[in-house]
């Protein structure tokens, strides 16, 4: 499978919330990052994503650039999403993924923090 191929069941996975799905496509050992923050390993990544489209079932990626490079993927894409009274998400995010043996074993994703205030809100960490 490609680098092109994983990137976008890993982010079809989280668009729908299946965290079965986006496992498949994950090393075990995966790491995430935020904005170059704590490391989060692929259990709470995957917690993380099932959270985001139960607050927001319209949750989905727009404007998607996706290009291979040899050790994995750079995505670009626009977040979206309605949080109801916590209000709508529309944010600008870049992930860079390593990949390894045929699965994701890195993701480090950056976006402004200011553009995801009604995604804290929804969760509740505001």
């Given at each position: 499978?490609?680098?092109?191929?994983?990137?976008?069941?890993?982010?079809?996975?989280?668009?729908?919330?299946d965290?079965?799905?986006?496992?498949?496509?994950?090393?075990?050992?995966?790491?995430?990052?935020?904005?170059?923050?704590?490391?989060?390993?692929?259990?709470?990544?995957?917690?993380?994503?099932?959270?985001?489209?139960?607050?927001?079932?319209?949750?989905?990626?727009?404007?998607?650039?996706?290009?291979?490079?040899?050790?994995?993927?750079?995505?670009?894409?626009?977040?979206?999403?309605?949080?109801?009274?916590?209000?709508?998400?529309?944010?600008?995010?870049?992930?860079?993924?390593?990949v390894?043996e045929?699965?994701?074993?890195?993701?480090?994703?950056?976006?402004?923090?200011?553009?995801?205030?009604?995604?804290?809100?929804?969760?509740?960490?505001?």
């Open positions: 499978m490609s680098h092109s191929e994983l990137a976008r069941q890993l982010f079809d996975a989280f668009q729908a919330g965290a079965n799905a986006a496992r498949k496509v994950c090393s075990a050992d995966m790491i995430g990052r935020q904005n170059g923050g704590q490391k989060m390993d692929l259990d709470t990544i995957l917690h993380f994503a099932v959270a985001v489209k139960n607050a927001a079932p319209d949750f989905r990626y727009e404007d998607i650039v996706c290009s291979e490079t040899e050790t994995g993927f750079v995505e670009e894409h626009r977040v979206r999403a309605n949080f109801g009274t916590h209000g709508e998400l529309d944010l600008q995010v870049c992930i860079v993924a390593d390894r045929g699965k994701i074993a890195a993701i480090r994703e950056y976006f402004d923090p200011t553009g995801a205030a009604a995604l804290s809100k929804a969760l509740g960490r505001s």
